[in-house]
């Protein structure tokens, strides 16, 4: 039984994009439009270098934020502010995904490499607002990105969590290598499984896992 496996968990922790939502709203994609718009006017490159760069700094260093601090010195706050302000209004509210989460025994939190504000405006779209003890951004650690070990451990060393007592929920599977280094239980939510030593579980549907919790 899965649920044998998560018996310990005190600590319950979420990404944000497309784990508590499904990808197929595509909630990222306006976000992409809006950081290749960014990285045009910031670099002063046309759109298929902005769209080229935007995916290289993602695979290089985690983010797209990341690679434009490192290699432009750009300024995080104007960034995360404008390629987060998008239209929620194709996001819908899950009851029956509140209702899972609601009844996870712990506490509760969610980690994105997003900022803060956004994720609680996703929360608020999705009826989930409330339901978590913490929410995390980027901006908590420091900027530095998952999949990065110093990130996890700066989130975690600020929430207190300790991650032998803990799982982490996440669409992305290399953000599951350093979590499962330390020690937590690690789920790969996404439609197709990406099989490797460091994810313990995976499922399509998120809603559907928590359910044999």
């Not at 937590?184 to 990406?194: E, F, L």
Request: net charge negative.
């Amino acid at each position: 039984m899965v649920k044998q496996h998560f018996s310990h968990v005190t600590t319950w922790v979420f990404d944000l994009d497309n784990t508590l939502y499904p990808p197929r709203y595509r909630l990222f994609d306006q976000i992409e439009v809006k950081m290749t718009a960014w990285v045009m006017a910031a670099l002063k490159v046309p759109e298929a270098e902005a769209n080229r760069l935007r995916q290289h700094y993602w695979d290089s260093y985690g983010t797209t934020l990341a690679g434009l601090m490192r290699e432009h010195d750009i300024d995080p706050g104007p960034y995360l502010e404008e390629v987060h302000d998008i239209d929620f209004s194709a996001l819908p509210a899950d009851p029956d995904l509140a209702a899972r989460i609601a009844a996870l025994p712990g506490r509760r939190i969610v980690y994105t490499n997003a900022c803060a504000p956004y994720a609680l405006r996703v929360l608020e779209a999705r009826g989930l607002s409330g339901l978590f003890d913490a929410s995390y951004g980027v901006e908590h650690a420091g900027f530095l990105p998952k999949p990065e070990a110093r990130a996890f451990e700066t989130i975690f060393a600020r929430d207190g969590l300790d991650p032998s007592r803990a799982a982490m929920f996440e669409d992305d599977a290399r953000n599951l290598a350093a979590p499962h280094a330390m020690g937590m239980r690690t789920v790969h939510i996404a439609p197709d499984p990406a099989p490797a030593p460091h994810i313990h579980h995976h499922s399509a549907d998120l809603t559907a896992f928590l359910s044999q919790l």
